[in-house]
């Protein structure tokens, strides 16, 4: 080995900056394995407490995007993605690939799982009987043609430096660093050939960044490197310090898509959906101004296209397409239990960290990486901050494997939505735009 981890380590611990071939010895490192687990670790933590400049946040990033493959173009379309930092009922994923496909763009859907109280795009595909997210890259460019999106998981080739090291952070109380959340996420996005990138940086009590100062950070991070790697990103702070839609667990929102692809969307994950997909058509170029964006965008969401688009897809990745017509096709939870208001009032919160935990504890995301998601249970809100409900009337419904899990839902829900005479009006969906990357 011509390089010195231990050196390099406190090099990082000091406070200096590495150069790009050290960084890239180090990954190069990490994906022979001549790298072991407590030198990563040690690096790792030294990122944590040091940070990384700008320059060198772009070197880890490149170097780990060039551990892996690079998906190949297929087509004459800009190929445009979105990524969240996740939250709770944040379906629009879902939603936006067809919708933007629809306009002529590609979009290469590479998608995480649930993580802790989080959601995760590949969580909800694979309540879809039948439905495939884990395919090769040519078969993922084969529907990327066919249906101009294609939703799976990273394949071991996408990036492999990020995995090994996602799982030592996951391990090593690492999570939480600017500099390598911003590689980890770029890494993957730069893997897919994109022209231009989306990024919804959720901000609020069940989001990863729970102040606007940190999520603003993060979010020119993200900017600011994926300028210097040449790609061209627009980044939106959101909020997530209420849930996002009405339906939380993995088949319920897959109802919520089937039916906002037709048109009857809670306004809300609509709202925030268009507003992504605008971004998504400016940073392709297929359109030039944002109110003719959105207004394209809405016409298709009630035109029934979106729910065509969605059934293709469905079809070509081994999914039931019958589900868009009868979404019963996806089962049932055997517990149906609704929470009734205790008295009539409005409500003043819907805490998204609760519910979030609360449909993990129904078995609808995972407290160990090899735990078994059940894609049925969940909980779907009757009523969202600010609306009022009259006593026995349902705040919302759990779907529950068991009678006691539903109990237990069913106070965490009643405790996560007080009710009381004024509620603080809901923070705005979108609350800071940057804009960076190479001019088209
Ligand atoms: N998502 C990722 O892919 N990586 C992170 O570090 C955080 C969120």
């Given amino acids: 080995m011509h390089y010195h981890p231990a050196r390099l ?39 944590c407490l040091r940070g990384m400049t700008p320059s060198e946040t772009a ?18 379309q800009p190929r445009i993605d979105k990524h969240s930092t ?18 002529s763009v590609h979009v290469p859907m590479i998608s995480g799982r649930g993580l802790g109280h989080t959601g995760g795009t590949i969580d909800k595909l694979e ?16 529907v990327l043609r066919d249906c101009g999106f294609a939703m799976a998981q990273a394949s071991a080739d996408i990036a492999p430096a990020d995995r090994r090291m996602y799982a030592t952070r996951d391990v090593s109380g690492t999570v939480e660093s600017i ?81 906002a692809s037709q048109g009857r969307g809670p306004a809300d994950m609509v709202s925030l959906t268009v507003e992504l997909g ?27 296209a979106v729910a065509r688009a969605l059934q293709q897809n469905f079809e070509r990745q081994g999914g039931d397409p019958r589900v868009v017509d009868d979404p019963s096709r996806l089962g049932r939870a055997p517990h149906l239990v609704p929470v009734p208001a205790l008295r009539s009032g409005v ?24 735990d078994k998601v059940d894609p049925l ?31 237990a839902a069913a106070r965490t829900v009643a405790a996560a939505m007080p009710l009381g005479e004024v509620a603080e009006p809901r923070l705005p969906l979108v609350q800071r735009r940057a804009t960076g990357g190479p001019v088209r």
Avoid at 88 to 94: A, I, M, Q, Y
Avoid at 127 to 142: E, Q, S, V, W
Avoid at 347 to 370: F, Q, S, Y
Wanted: glycine share 10%; aromatic share 2%; net charge negative.
């Fill in 347 to 370: 409500v003043l919160d819907v805490d998204p960290l609760a519910l979030g935990h609360a449909v993990v504890d129904l078995g609808g995301g995972r407290r160990a990486p090899a």
């Fill in 127 to 142: 309540a879809i009987p039948g439905y495939r997210t884990a395919l090769d890259l040519p078969t993922f460019d084969a």
């Fill in 179 to 259: 500099p390598l959340i911003t590689s980890s996420i770029l890494s993957k996005k730069l893997a897919e050939n994109l022209d231009g990138l989306v990024m919804d940086v959720k901000c609020g009590r069940a989001a990863f960044m729970k102040d606007a100062a940190d999520a603003d950070r993060l979010l020119q991070s993200i900017v600011d490197v994926g300028a210097a790697a040449g790609l061209r990103v627009t980044a939106l702070r959101t909020d997530m310090d209420h849930p996002l839609g009405l339906a939380l667990g993995n088949a319920l929102e897959i109802v919520e898509i089937i039916e």
């Fill in 9 to 47: 380590n406190q090099k990082k611990r000091d406070g200096e900056a590495l150069s790009p071939a050290e960084i890239q010895d180090l990954v190069a490192g990490v994906v022979d394995g001549s790298l072991h687990d407590a030198q990563l670790g040690a690096f790792l933590m030294a990122v």
């Fill in 377 to 407: 249970v969940g909980i779907v809100l009757q009523r969202v901050r600010g609306e009022r409900v009259e006593k026995g009337a349902p705040l919302a419904f759990v779907h529950a494997r068991t009678a006691a899990a539903a109990a």
């Fill in 278 to 304: 605008v971004e998504m058509l400016l940073l392709a170029g297929v359109e030039q101004q944002a109110a003719s964006a959105r207004s394209r965008l809405s016409k298709l969401l009630s035109s029934g």
């Fill in 86 to 103: 996740g939250g709770v009922g944040d379906k629009t994923s879902l939603l936006l690939a067809p919708l933007v496909a629809l306009c």
């Fill in 59 to 76: 070197a880890l990033t490149l170097a780990m995007r060039d551990s892996g493959a690079l998906l190949a173009r297929c087509g004459d």
